[in-house]
C-alpha cells in the first residue's frame, strides 16, 4: 500500500463515489461500501499523521518568512551557502514547531563509521535570567555546527587520540525531524560528520560528494542530446530491509545473540524453510501488530513505507519504502531499522538485522534499488517501449556496464561485512562474483548492436493467457526477472542485490554515483569533440557494449557453471570481506575518487584501516562468545546430562536388565563431549595467539584463515549434541524455540 497523502485521498474519492452510487437505504449498501466512514477515518488518520513529526518543506512554507524559505531553498537546490542571519530564522522557527511536538532536546543525528547512527543531546533551555526563569533558545550557530568528539569514533588513523576536535554541519538536504521514544522528543537534525583537518569521517559526506559528481557528468551528457531544461540529476534509492523477529524472553537466554546478533551455535528444527509455506504467507497476529506500530511510526517521520511481508525464512520479514533521493533514502533506512528495533521491544520481540542469524536458515539482504532522475521527471534508466531506438539510453546502459566492469571490485568492496560472508554465494543471496542482468529484451538489443552495429527491433511482451475465462489476459513483460544475479535491470532501474541487511546504503550508493559518473564523463570527453555527434554516439555505444559484454549473464548465478564461466571471463570471484577490503586503495580506485572529490588517498586508506579493525573485532567477540559459552553452558549441561545417563546405565545393569542403547548413546555424548573439549582448547590457543599479531591486515587474515574455522570445528560436536541432549537439559532455546514461537 502507499503511504503518500495522495494516494489516500484518491482512495477516499473512490470509496465515497461507490457510496453514492447506491441506495440511501443502509440495507441496500454492501457491507464494505456501508463501512467507508470507518475506512475514511483509518484513511484520514493516515494522511493527518504522515510526515507530521517532519520540518518539511510544508512546514517550512508556513513558519519561515518568504525571503528566509527562498534562501533555504536555493541553499538545498543549488547548494548555496546559508548565512548565518538566515540561519538563526531557521532555528527558531525548527525549536517553537519541535517544542510544540513536545521536544525538550536537540541532537546532531549523524552517520559516524561504526555502522549506527550517533547523537549528542543538548536541550534548548538556556541560563536562568535574574528571576531563575530560564528561556528556550536555539541559535543558527546551534544549527548548523556541533562539535563532537572526532578522536571517539573510529577515523582509521585520520585523528589521534589526543585530537578530539570533529564537527557536524547540518545536511539541509534532507530534513529534520522529531523522534519520540522513551526519552521524551527529541529535534534530530541530519548532518554530516567531519575531522577538524577536514577529512569525512562518516557516511554522508561521500554520498553528497558522489551524488555531486554524477548530476555534474549527467547533465553534461543530457546537454550533449540537447536536453537544456534539466536543472539537475538525481540518484532515486528505494532500499528492500529483511530482518527477522523473534521472541524478546527466549532472545535474553542466547549470549550469542546478544553479544554478536548471531547464533554461534545450533541444531536445524524438524521443519524449516523447505515446504515455502512462510514466503508471502499469512502473518501472525503478533506480527501484524508490530507491523502496524512500525509503519505509524514511519509515515509520522515521514518515511513513505509502502510494502510489508513475510521472507522465505520462518519469522523474516520484509518492509520496503518508496523511491526517493539517494541521500533521503540513506537517511530514511537509518530510520526504518532503527524503528524496528525500538517498536520490536515494546512488543515483547527482539528484531535480528545480521546478515545471518541462523546458520542454514536463509538470511537477510537490503536490496538497493537504485536509478538517476532530473528534476523534471525524466528517468534515464527508462528504456521506453523501443529501447533499441532510444540511444541516450543506450548510451546509459553502456556506460553503466562499463562503469560495473570496470570497477566490479569496489562494488563488491562496498556490500563487504562480516556478516554478509555467511550468505553470498550461498544459494540465498547472489554470488560473490558481481554481473549484469538485463533480461531477454535488453540482451538482444545488446546482441544486435554488438554482431551487425545496429538494432533493428525490439522484442515485446506480449499476453499471458491465463486459460480461465473469467480471468483477463495480462500483459506481460518483455523478460523474466532473476534473483540469482547481483545487480539486475528491472525496467527502469538497477537493483543491486548484494548488500547486507544491517549495513547502511551509504556506501553502496556512493560507489554506483562515482563509477557512473565516470563512465559518464569518459562518453562526454569524446562525444564533446565529435565533428558527427551521431555516428560518434554510435560508435561510442557498439564499443562500450563490445568492450564490457562479459559482464552480461542472464543465468543461473547459483549454479558452479557460472562460477566456472565467470573465471574464464575474467570476472573476479571476492569471496570474504577480508578479500575485498584492498579494493578501495588500488591505484585504479584512488584515481576516480579523487578525480570527483568523493574521498582522498588519506581517506580510503583509513577507511582500509577501520576495515580490518571491524572484521578482527567483530571474530574476536564471537570467538570469545563461543569460549564462553561452551565453557560456562555447554559443556556444564552435557556432563550434568552424562551423569543422569551414567546412573540410568548403573539403575538398569543393577537390575539385571541389558542397558545396550543405553550405553550406546552414552558412549556417543562422551565422544562428542571429548571433542568438543579439544576444539575448545584449539579455539582458546588461537585466541589467545591473536593478541600477538599486529593489527590491521595480518590481524583480519589470520581470523579468517585460522580463527573462523577453529569456530565451525567448535560447533559441529555442540550442534551434534543438541541433537541428542535432553532439551530440559540444554543451556538455550533451540532453533524451532525461535522462529516458530513467536
Known amino acids: 500500500m502507499d503511504g503518500t497523502p495522495s494516494f489516500f485521498a484518491a482512495r477516499i474519492i473512490i470509496l465515497q463515489e461507490q457510496r453514492e452510487g447506491y441506495s440511501a437505504d443502509a440495507a441496500a449498501v454492501p457491507d464494505n461500501i456501508g463501512k467507508v466512514e470507518e475506512i475514511m477515518k483509518e484513511f484520514t488518520n493516515v494522511s493527518e499523521i504522515f510526515g507530521s513529526n517532519v520540518f518539511n518543506d510544508t512546514v517550512m512554507q508556513e513558519r519561515l518568512p518568504k525571503k528566509v524559505y527562498k534562501e533555504l531553498k536555493k541553499t538545498i537546490e543549488e547548494g548555496k551557502e546559508l548565512d548565518l542571519a538566515t540561519a538563526d530564522v531557521i532555528a527558531h522557527e525548527m525549536k517553537e514547531w519541535a517544542i510544540e511536538k513536545g521536544a525538550t532536546h536537540y541532537t546532531h543525528w549523524f552517520q559516524p563509521l561504526t555502522g549506527v547512527t550517533a547523537e549528542k543531546h543538548d536541550s534548548f533551555i538556556s541560563a536562568p535570567d535574574e528571576s531563575g526563569k530560564v528561556l528556550m533558545s536555539f541559535s543558527g550557530k546551534e544549527l548548523i555546527k556541533g562539535e563532537p568528539d572526532a578522536s571517539s569514533f573510529p577515523s582509521g588513523g585520520l585523528r589521534a587520540t589526543f585530537e578530539a576536535r570533529g564537527y557536524t554541519a547540518w545536511d539541509c538536504t534532507s530534513p529534520a525531524f522529531v523522534r519520540q521514544d522513551a526519552a521524551g522528543a527529541t529535534l534530530c537534525i541530519p548532518t554530516a560528520f567531519c575531522s577538524y583537518t577536514g577529512e569525512a569521517l562518516d557516511q554522508k559526506t561521500p554520498l553528497l560528494r558522489s551524488m555531486e559528481a554524477i548530476n555534474v557528468q549527467a547533465l553534461r551528457l543530457l546537454r550533449l542530446f540537447g536536453n537544456t531544461t534539466s536543472k539537475k540529476v538525481t540518484p532515486s534509492v528505494g532500499p528492500e530491509q529483511e530482518y527477522f523477529l523473534v521472541d524478546k524472553a527466549k532472545y535474553l537466554q542466547r549470549k550469542d545473540l546478544i553479544y554478536t546478533g548471531r547464533t554461534l551455535f545450533g541444531a536445524m528444527p524438524p521443519k524449516g524453510q523447505e515446504l515455502e509455506d512462510h514466503y508471502f504467507g499469512n502473518i501472525r497476529q503478533r506480527i501484524a501488530a508490530f507491523m502496524k506500530e512500525v509503519n505509524e511510526e514511519l509515515w509520522k517521520l515521514g518515511v513513505p513505507a509502502k510494502t510489508q511481508h513475510n521472507e522465505v525464512a520462518p ?5 520496503a519504502p518508496i523511491y526517493t533521493e539517494a541521500n533521503v533514502a540513506v537517511d530514511q533506512n537509518q530510520i526504518i531499522m532503527k524503528t524496528l528495533k525500538m517498536v520490536a521491544c515494546r512488543h515483547g520481540l527482539q528484531c535480528l538485522l545480521h546478515e545471518k542469524p541462523f546458520a ?68 540465498e543471496a547472489p554470488p560473490a562474483i558481481i554481473s549484469v542482468f538485463l533480461g531477454e529484451q535488453l540482451e538482444d538489443v545488446v546482441e544486435q548492436l554488438i554482431s551487425t552495429g545496429q538494432a533493428t527491433h525490439s522484442k515485446e511482451g506480449g499476453k499471458l493467457e491465463t486459460g480461465v475465462r473469467t480471468l483477463p489476459d495480462l500483459n506481460k513483460d518483455a523478460t523474466d526477472r532473476n534473483r540469482t544475479s547481483p545487480f539486475a535491470f528491472t525496467g527502469n532501474k538497477f537493483e543491486f542485490r548484494m548488500v547486507g541487511s544491517k ?31 551521431d555516428m560518434t554516439v554510435h560508435d561510442l555505444i557498439k564499443q562500450y557494449l563490445k568492450e564490457h559484454q562479459r559482464i552480461i549473464f542472464n543465468g543461473n548465478g547459483y549454479s558452479e557453471e557460472w562460477v566456472e564461466e565467470a573465471a574464464r571471463r575474467g570476472l573476479p570471484n571476492i569471496r570474504s570481506m577480508v578479500d575485498a577490503i584492498p579494493a578501495l586503495t588500488t591505484e585504479k580506485a584512488i584515481a576516480l575518487f579523487e578525480k570527483f572529490h568523493v574521498f582522498t588517498k588519506a581517506e580510503l586508506e583509513s577507511r582500509v584501516e577501520i576495515q580490518y579493525e571491524t572484521y578482527s573485532k567483530a571474530l574476536n567477540i564471537e570467538a570469545k562468545s563461543m569460549i564462553d559459552i561452551a565453557s560456562k553452558q555447554i ?38 563431549l571429548g571433542e568438543t573439549k579439544d576444539a575448545l582448547a584449539r579455539l582458546k590457543e588461537l585466541d589467545e595467539k591473536s593478541a600477538e599479531i599486529p593489527e590491521g591486515e595480518k590481524l583480519a587474515r589470520y581470523f579468517h584463515d585460522e580463527v573462523f574455522p577453529a569456530m565451525e570445528e567448535l560447533r559441529t560436536p555442540v550442534d551434534k549434541l543438541e541433537m541428542i541432549v535432553d532439551k530440559e537439559v540444554w543451556p538455550m532455546p533451540s532453533y524451532g524455540d525461535l522462529m516458530f514461537e513467536v
Open 635 to 672: 559443556i556444564p549441561a552435557v556432563m550434568k546430562y552424562t551423569k543422569t545417563l551414567a546412573d540410568t546405565v548403573n539403575s538398569v545393569m543393577k537390575a539385571g536388565a541389558e542397558a545396550k542403547v543405553q550405553l550406546e548413546v552414552l558412549g556417543e555424548v562422551t565422544d562428542l
Open 315 to 319: 519469522a523474516q520479514h520484509e518492509l
Open 503 to 533: 549495513d547502511s546504503i551509504a556506501a553502496p550508493n556512493t560507489v554506483l554515483n562515482t563509477i557512473v559518473a565516470e563512465a559518464f564523463s569518459d562518453a562526454c570527453d569524446v562525444l564533446e569533440k565529435a565533428e558527427d555527434f
Open 360 to 427: 542454514g536458515v536463509n538470511g537477510s539482504g537490503k536490496h538497493n534499488n537504485w536509478s538517476i532522475t532530473t528534476d523534471d521527471g525524466i528517468n534515464l534508466l527508462d528504456p521506453g517501449t523501443t529501447p533499441h531506438e532510444n540511444v541516450q539510453f543506450l548510451l546509459v546502459l553502456a556506460c553503466i556496464l562499463k562503469a560495473v566492469d570496470e570497477h566490479a571490485d569496489l562494488l563488491r568492496e562496498s556490500a563487504a561485512d562480516v556478516g554478509n560472508d555467511h550468505r553470498l554465494g550461498a544459494n
